[in-house]
């Protein structure tokens, strides 16, 4: 069924990396921060965030890709999280 997919389009805060994907909708954040860091060969001592840029909202890596989250064709950012005091 196609509503239990979503396409949409992953890129780097830095914009170097870029993929159009369709995934489950009961797929998690997590799995998509993990998956993306591995096949992209990100630093795995950085922890990430997916903001969805087209609804300006940072998912929480508990979060589905439910349609409340996420829609058609928007755009998410994998994002280093921001570890503020950090030295």
Not at 14 to 27: E, G, V
Not at 47 to 52: A, I, L
Not at 59 to 84: K, R, W
Request: charged share 20%.
């Amino acid at each position: 069924m196609a509503e239990d997919k979503v396409s949409v389009v992953l890129v780097t805060l830095d914009r170097t990396r870029r993929a159009s994907i369709t995934l489950p909708r009961s797929m998690y954040v997590s799995d998509i921060i993990k998956a993306s860091t591995k096949r992209w060969y990100l630093a795995h001592t950085t922890d990430y965030q997916v903001c969805n840029t087209s609804s300006n909202r940072v998912l929480l890596a508990s979060d589905s890709l439910n349609a409340h989250n996420v829609s058609e064709g928007d755009i998410l950012m994998l994002q280093p999280f921001a570890a503020h005091g950090a030295e």
